[in-house]
């Protein structure tokens, strides 16, 4: 058995997903969460997903996680190029 192929190549590179959060919202807020999933070409999980990511994780964190870049310790000089 060929375990390599047994998850799909869409799967996220923070692991599985496995735990849900219900968030009760008004209507006009529902809209608009589809409104901008729509807009970054993402669905309403991605998009909520993303944004708390995004709030609780920091900008620069979350983009350095998705191209592979580790985050570095503040002050870390190991990083500077010569």
Same mark, same amino acid.
């Given at each position: 058995? *060929?375990? *390599?192929?047994? /998850?799909?190549?869409?799967?996220?590179?923070?692991?599985?997903?496995?735990? /849900?959060?219900?968030?009760?919202?008004?209507?006009?807020?529902?809209?608009?969460?589809?409104?901008? =999933?729509?807009?970054?070409?993402?669905?309403?999980?991605?998009?909520?997903?993303?944004?708390?990511?995004?709030?609780?994780?920091?900008?620069?964190?979350? =983009? /350095? *996680?998705?191209?592979?870049?580790? *985050?570095?310790?503040?002050?870390?000089?190991? /990083?500077?190029?010569?």
């Amino acid at each position: 058995m *060929n375990t *390599n192929l047994s /998850r799909s190549g869409r799967s996220h590179p923070a692991g599985k997903m496995d735990v /849900r959060i219900d968030v009760p919202m008004t209507e006009e807020l529902h809209d608009e969460v589809l409104f901008m =999933a729509k807009l970054h070409n993402m669905t309403k999980a991605e998009f909520i997903r993303y944004t708390l990511e995004r709030v609780i994780f920091g900008e620069l964190s979350i =983009a /350095r *996680n998705r191209a592979g870049i580790p *985050n570095y310790a503040q002050g870390d000089e190991s /990083r500077t190029k010569d």
